[in-house]
T-cell receptor
Framework: DQQVKQNSPSLSVQEGRISILNCDYT??????FLWYKKYPAEGPTFLIS?????DKNEDGRFTVFLNKSAKHLSLHIVPSQPGDSAVYFC???????????FGAGTRLTVKP | EAQVTQNPRYLITVTGKKLTVTCSQN?????MSWYRQDPGLGLRQIYY???????DKGDVPEGYKVSRKEKRNFPLILESPSPNQTSLYFC???????????FGDGTRLSIL
C-alpha cells in the first residue's frame, strides 16, 4: 500500500518556465514532508521540506506547497534550468515515526 | 566531507550465495536505514536502526538481515539471495528517522 503517490512518472518543461511536481498522500498522521532530487548514479539528495503547520516553504527557486485538506503537496521550480533535470522523490513521515515513506518519483527533463 | 559510503557499488552474483553490502557514515548520526529502489515503486525501506544494537523492520524486510554493532556502520546481509532481490540499494543516515537523510551513492545488485 503506497501511502505516498507521485502519479506523473515524467515531466518535460522548457528552460525558464515553471516546473510543477505533484505528490499525494493517504496517511493523515504524516506531518513532515520532504522532496529529494536524484541524479543518475548518485543517491538522492535532500532538497526542501515542509512541516504540516505551514502551507508554503521557499528556498530560492524552489517552493513547496502543502494542502492538508486535500492531502496534496507540490514542488514548484521557477525558473527551471537544464541542471534541474533529475528524478524527484516526494517523502513523508510522522513526528513520532521512525520511518519515512517515499513516492515512486517523477523524472523531470528541462529542455534548453 | 559528510559522507555515506556503500560497498560494493555493483555486484553480480548467483542465487544462494551469501553477500554483505557495507555502509558507513562519518556524521555521527544515530539513525541509519536501508532502502531498495525498483521501477514504479520508488524507495522502499528494508530495515532501519535508531542507534547501536537497535534495529527494526521497514516495509520489505523479508530475505534481509542487518546489524548495528557500531554507530558508524550498518551492513545489509543477504543470507540466501534470490533473483527477486535484484535491485538498486541505498543506505542513508540522519539524526532522527523523520529528518532529512544523507544517502550513499547506491549499490546495484544482480542476482542470477
Amino acid at each position: 500500500d503506497q501511502q505516498v503517490k507521485q502519479n506523473s512518472p515524467s515531466l518535460s518543461v522548457q528552460e525558464g518556465r515553471i516546473s510543477i511536481l505533484n505528490c499525494d498522500y493517504t496517511n493523515s498522521m504524516f506531518d513532515y514532508f520532504l522532496w529529494y532530487k536524484k541524479y543518475p548514479a548518485e543517491g538522492p539528495t535532500f532538497l526542501i521540506s515542509i512541516s504540516s503547520i505551514k502551507d508554503k516553504n521557499e528556498d530560492g527557486r524552489f517552493t513547496v506547497f502543502l494542502n492538508k485538506s486535500a492531502k496534496h503537496l507540490s514542488l514548484h521550480i521557477v525558473p527551471s534550468q537544464p541542471g534541474d533535470s533529475a528524478v524527484y522523490f516526494c517523502a513523508a513521515s510522522g513526528y513520532n515515526n521512525n520511518d519515512m515513506r517515499f513516492g515512486a518519483g517523477t523524472r523531470l527533463t528541462v529542455k534548453p | 566531507e559528510a559522507q555515506v559510503t556503500q560497498n560494493p557499488r555493483y555486484l553480480i552474483t548467483v542465487t544462494g550465495k551469501k553477500l554483505t553490502v557495507t555502509c558507513s557514515q562519518n556524521m555521527n548520526h544515530e539513525y541509519m536505514s536501508w532502502y531498495r529502489q525498483d521501477p514504479g515503486l520508488g524507495l522502499r525501506q528494508i530495515y532501519y536502526s535508531m542507534n547501536v544494537e537497535v534495529t527494526d523492520k521497514g516495509d520489505v524486510p523479508e530475505g534481509y538481515k542487518v546489524s548495528r554493532k557500531e554507530k558508524r556502520n550498518f551492513p545489509l546481509i543477504l543470507e540466501s539471495p534470490s533473483p527477486n532481490q535484484t535491485s538498486l540499494y541505498f543506505c542513508a543516515s540522519s539524526w532522527q528517522g523523520n529528518q532529512p537523510q544523507h544517502f550513499g551513492d547506491g549499490t546495484r545488485l544482480s542476482i542470477l
